[in-house]
Structures are given as structure tokens and as C-alpha cells.
């Protein structure tokens, strides 16, 4: 069974940074495509960043040269560092899957950036 559980959200200033993490299990994560995706309130849920199974990763403009998208294979999980942050980065931040043609989701991770 296909899990996935985010952690490392939080709250924090303008300039800041976190490092989110999606621990996997039921799968390994170096052999799929994952991304991390986020939602803020009243809007809706957009991609972020993207990793395929060959390691070829890719963001959107909004993020670009500000997250970076990695996965530890050995420990199965994948991870988003979010430098400089900013107000309009608020959001719950979700890591998904894409698995025999069905797309998983996590439960979501709450960053709050204040200014």
C-alpha cells in the first residue's frame, strides 16, 4: 500500500527557509516521478517542483532558483528546501506519486511565511 506523509512545515519570516519532507512507503522513490505541489486558501492546488525517475527535475517560474527538489533513496523520501521565502509561498504543501496511473497524495504540511 502506497503511503506518503509530509513533514518540516512551519512559520517563518520573509528570507527564511525549511526543508519539507515525503517519507514513502509501498514503493521506492528513485523508480517513479514524485512532485510537490501547495494550496493556499481560497485558491487551488498548483505544482511546484518534479522529479522524474531519472532524476530530472523541473520547477514552475514562481519557485524557480528557490526550492530544490531532491530524494534520499536509501531512505525512501523525498524532499523540497524552500529558500528565501516569501508571503505569497503560504500554503499546505503536499508531495504526490504517480503510480500504476494513479496519482497519490500525502496529507499536506502547513508553511506560513509572515512578512
Known amino acids: 500500500q502506497v503511503q506518503l506523509v509530509e513533514s518540516g512545515g512551519g512559520s517563518v519570516q520573509t528570507g527564511g527557509s525549511l526543508r519539507l519532507s515525503c517519507a514513502a512507503s509501498?514503493?521506492?522513490?528513485?523508480?517513479?516521478?514524485m512532485g510537490w505541489f501547495r494550496q493556499a486558501p481560497g485558491k487551488e492546488r498548483e505544482g511546484v517542483a518534479y522529479?522524474?525517475?531519472?532524476?530530472?527535475?523541473a520547477y514552475e517560474d514562481s519557485v524557480k532558483g528557490r526550492f530544490t527538489i531532491s530524494r534520499d533513496n536509501a531512505k525512501n523520501t523525498l524532499y523540497l528546501e524552500m529558500n528565501s521565502l516569501k508571503p505569497e509561498d503560504t500554503a499546505m504543501y503536499y508531495c504526490?506519486?504517480?503510480?500504476?496511473?494513479?496519482?497519490?497524495w500525502g496529507q499536506g504540511t502547513q508553511v506560513t511565511v509572515s512578512s
Open positions: 504526490a506519486a504517480d503510480l500504476g496511473g494513479r496519482r497519490y
Open positions: 509501498g514503493y521506492t522513490v528513485g523508480r517513479i516521478w
Open positions: 522529479i522524474a525517475s531519472t532524476g530530472v527535475t
